[in-house]
């Protein structure tokens, strides 16, 4: 009967203790570094200051979203486009805009307005 119940105990012990090991790992890679090809995201706002931030960085070979919202009416730019990656979309009022692409190579490319008077740039790593 002893036996039984400290093989019980024991297990249990076991148990928990496999429980903290799996909850602490979950903790430690919550933190860390997107894996390679893992998606980049990075929100960008069209303020009365332009786009914020200006330049952004990311690494290449990962695909990139970047993740614009025009946040004012009292700007130009109203739409964005990035020659590099053959991108010219609208930018609605409030409404977020996804751009999707996959930077090939390190290097630096503008965006801009569709008029070419705000820009910023992404700098690929």
């Not at 297990?11 to 429980?19: D, F, P, T």
């Not at 979950?26 to 960008?44: H, L, S």
């Not at 609605?92 to 490319?109: M, S």
Request: proline content about 6%; hydrophobic content about 45%; some cysteine.
């Amino acid at each position: 009967m002893i036996q039984s119940l400290w093989k019980e105990i024991q297990m249990k012990s076991i148990l928990a203790g496999l429980l903290a090991l799996a909850i602490a790992g979950t903790a430690f890679t919550a933190g860390a570094a997107p894996a390679r090809g893992a998606e980049q995201r990075i929100a960008i706002r069209v303020t009365n200051k332009g786009f914020e931030p200006a330049t952004v960085k990311v690494k290449a070979g990962q695909p990139v979203v970047l993740v614009v919202t025009r946040t004012t009416d009292k700007t130009c730019a109203k739409e964005i486009v990035i020659k590099e990656q053959k991108v010219h979309r609208p930018l609605p009022l409030d409404r977020a805009v996804e751009i999707r692409f996959t930077p090939k190579k390190p290097g630096t490319f503008r965006y801009a307005c569709g008029m070419d008077m705000l820009s910023g740039k992404v700098v690929v790593q």
